[in-house]
């Protein structure tokens, strides 16, 4: 079946401007995480969201970050008034309600902000 | 809290050599788990094996297996016979199983491998 998938898989933007990152989970999957690698860096939790449950939103970095999932299915991350150091890799993942269920993750979107 | 550790930043290996990774953790909660994830230069997070933290037995998934230490808290992953498609990013992970459902993943930094002829 088919997996994860992001858009855009690359996104450059002007200083100021605001962004939306979408996430296609794998259907079927309750839990959807977002993460964020910087250059050569490890991924960085952002925010977590569990079928009904509030989301986990312990990672975000600043309140210019927010995400929402609608249906239980498709999420949007959304940076207001990006920053350069905004720009990284963001990563989505999804996975099972098990807790020792591996996270499956999406190929990406690039984000590069001048 | 929870902190992964992975300590080299860079490794190499002869191709069908054995190479292991370090990683350590540390973790307050009494029930983890641990997964590492491979990261070739495409970019995608590949899982590659898990290891439960009550589990009694190592984890293994064909050529790789996962030394668990719990008394260290380390869990190496060993990879067998390495091959040139084995060059990547190696990244250990730990989430905490409470309540059993899922949750975040805390990462380490990684170890590059290369993988040479």
């Known amino acids: 079946g088919a997996g994860v998938s992001q858009s855009p898989s690359n996104k450059v933007t002007e200083k100021g401007k605001d962004v939306e990152l979408r996430c296609d989970p794998i259907?079927?999957?309750?839990?959807l995480y977002w993460y964020r690698q910087s250059l050569g860096q490890g991924l960085e939790f952002l925010i977590y969201?569990?079928?009904?449950?509030?989301?986990?939103k312990s990672g975000l970095p600043s309140d210019r970050f927010s995400a929402e999932r609608t249906g239980g299915s498709v999420s949007t991350l959304t940076i207001q008034r990006t920053q350069q150091e905004d720009s990284a890799v963001y990563l989505c993942?999804?996975?099972?309600?098990?807790?020792?269920?591996?996270?499956?993750f999406g190929p990406g979107t690039r984000l590069t902000v001048l | 809290a929870q902190k992964i550790t992975q300590t080299q930043p860079g490794m190499f290996v002869q191709e069908k050599e054995a190479v292991t990774l370090d990683c350590t953790y540390d973790?307050?909660?009494?029930?983890?788990?641990l997964f590492w994830y491979k990261q070739p230069s495409s970019g995608e997070m590949i899982f590659l094996i898990y290891?439960?933290?009550?589990?009694?037995q190592n984890a293994t998934e064909g050529r790789y297996s996962l030394n668990f230490q719990k008394a260290r808290k380390s869990a190496n992953l060993v990879i067998s016979a390495s091959q040139l498609g084995d060059s990547a990013m190696y990244f250990c992970?730990?989430?905490?199983?409470?309540?059993?459902?899922?949750?975040?993943?805390?990462f380490g930094t990684g170890t590059r491998l290369q993988v040479t002829l």
């Open positions: 993942a999804s996975s099972t309600q098990g807790a020792g269920n591996e996270q499956f």
């Open positions: 259907s079927g999957h309750t839990a």
């Open positions: 969201f569990q079928g009904n449950s509030a989301p986990d």
């Open positions: 973790t307050s909660d009494p029930s983890y788990g």
């Open positions: 290891q439960g933290s009550y589990d009694q």
């Open positions: 992970a730990m989430r905490d199983l409470r309540g059993g459902t899922a949750s975040k993943l805390t």
